[in-house]
Every structure is written in structure tokens, then in C-alpha cells.
């Protein structure tokens, strides 16, 4: 018997395949701020919307936020003929604005050049947006400088040396953290782990000759030569503002 036109042929059932082996995990660490995870291969069998577009997909796993994860800070003070207030602007390499640190209580020149019993001062730390991200609180009368995040929590201290040469950083348990000691004239400064392993480099630098000759406003490069916890890093970069409170500023 013939074929009718347009009539179709029915067609045998397939024997189902086997769905392909799934790929492994595979971690991904970039010198970034978080980890990737890159999802396995899903099969194009999957229904659903979007199916084919879940390749390699990186996943954020929760991490620490860490402003200052870049390979060089350059931290610079505005010129001011007559300082009332300790400000430092801190950029990365490229001069882009990380964050502003200022202090909070303003002083008249009088008692700027006046002030010789121990004192407390504040410098708040905000980003570049205005959002607050650090508090260093230093006292002189037992010489040291805490470090607090946004909810007062302590992140560490900065312990200042009696020569101002050497400054000893301790994490929130008081156990050392790392050491900066500087050369003779305290601008150069090599900072070292608990082992001994180097972690940064400060330098403070020339900072123009209109600065240099008519105002006190210093010039700072921290470079980052090893790995470190965010915590142990915004230490680091604490640094330079306490060694110029306490050694080069006439705040």
C-alpha cells in the first residue's frame, strides 16, 4: 500500500544517552578582594531559563573587605601655612583617592606649638565616598595608637618606640604582629612580620619645594612587598601617620 501525501513517517524512540560526567570544582585565587568558584558544566538538557548560560559562572565567597589590597599607598598632606588640623590624603598608585584621614578636633596654632603635656587625638579615616572606615586613636601618655573599624571594634595597636625609630604592631590580643624600624633619620623604614618575613617598605618622600621650604605638610610612600591578613595591612598603613604625629609635624 503506498504513502498517502504528506504523510509523515513515525520514527522509532531513541535510547536515552547518558548525561556526560560532570566537570570537577576547580578554586580560583585572583590578587583581588574575593574568591571565585567556577560552577561545573550543566547540561543542555537542563530546562529552565538561562540554562545555557551557566558556564563558568564565578560565585563571591564571603571574604574581608580589604581597601588598601593594593601594591603601593602614596599618603600626602594638603600644605598649610598654619595647621590646625592633621589631614592626610591617602592614594593608591595610580593617584587614584582611596581615603582621607583627618582629625577630628581642631586646634588653634597657640596650642599646636604649645603642647607639651600628653594629649589624646583622634583621626577619623573615611573612603573617598565619606563612608567611615577606620578610627586611630593616639595617647600619648602610654604611646600608643589604637585601631578600631566602624563599630569601635579593636583591630590593633601601634606601640611607638621611645627613639621614634622603631614602632611594634600588635593585633587586637596584643601578640606582635610585625615591627617598623627606621634608619637614623627616620625616613626610611622597613616593615617586618613576627617572623621576620618583610612585608612593606616606608619611605617618606620630598614632597615639592614650596611645600618643603613654607609649610610642614610631609609626603609619604608605603609599598607592599609581601602577603598580610586586611587587618595586619590597615596597621601598616597606620604607620606613616603615627611616625609623622609623633617625629615629623608640628601636629
Same mark, same amino acid.
Do not use: C
Given at each position: ?91 593608591? #598608585?595610580?593617584?587614584?583617592? +582611596? %581615603? $582621607?584621614?583627618?582629625? !577630628?578636633?581642631p ?6 606649638? &604649645?603642647? /607639651?603635656?600628653?594629649?589624646?587625638r ?12 577606620l ?34 604592631l ?8 610585625? #615591627?617598623?624600624?627606621?634608619? +637614623? %633619620? $627616620?625616613?626610611?623604614? !622597613? ?8 612585608? &612593606?617598605? /616606608?619611605?617618606?618622600?620630598w ?26 595591612r ?18
Open positions: 500500500m503506498g504513502k498517502q501525501p504528506g504523510a509523515r513517517e513515525s520514527q522509532a524512540p531513541r535510547e536515552s544517552q547518558p548525561l556526560p560526567p560532570a566537570n570537577d570544582y576547580v578554586l580560583f585565587i585572583p590578587p583581588g578582594r574575593a574568591f571565585h568558584l567556577a560552577i561545573p558544566r550543566f547540561s543542555t538538557r537542563e530546562a529552565g531559563r538561562g540554562a545555557g548560560e551557566r558556564r563558568n559562572l564565578p560565585v563571591s565567597l564571603a571574604t574581608m573587605e580589604d581597601p588598601f589590597a593594593v601594591r603601593e599607598l602614596r599618603i600626602r598632606q594638603p600644605a598649610r601655612m598654619l595647621p590646625g588640623r592633621a589631614r592626610y590624603d591617602i592614594f593608591d #598608585q595610580s593617584r587614584k583617592l +582611596l %581615603a $582621607v584621614a583627618a582629625e !577630628t578636633e586646634r588653634s596654632a597657640l596650642q599646636t606649638m &604649645a603642647s /607639651l603635656i600628653p594629649r589624646t583622634v583621626i577619623g579615616v573615611r573612603s573617598a565616598a565619606g563612608e567611615p572606615m578610627t586611630l586613636i593616639k595617647r600619648d601618655e602610654d604611646w600608643l595608637a589604637d585601631l578600631t573599624d566602624p563599630a569601635g571594634q579593636l583591630i590593633g595597636r601601634i606601640q611607638i618606640g621611645e627613639t621614634r625609630r622603631h614602632y611594634t600588635l593585633d587586637e590580643t596584643d601578640q606582635v604582629a610585625g #615591627q617598623a624600624v627606621g634608619d +637614623l %633619620a $627616620v625616613k626610611q623604614f !622597613t616593615i617586618t612580620g613576627p617572623d621576620g618575613e618583610r612585608l &612593606a617598605r /616606608l619611605r617618606k618622600t614632597a615639592g619645594l614650596g611645600k618643603e621650604l613654607l609649610t610642614s605638610a610631609d609626603h609619604y610612600t608605603v609599598t607592599f612587598t609581601g602577603p598580610m591578613p586586611p587587618r595586619i590597615s596597621l601598616v598603613v597606620m604607620v606613616p601617620l603615627v611616625v609623622d604625629m609623633v617625629r615629623h609635624g608640628p601636629y
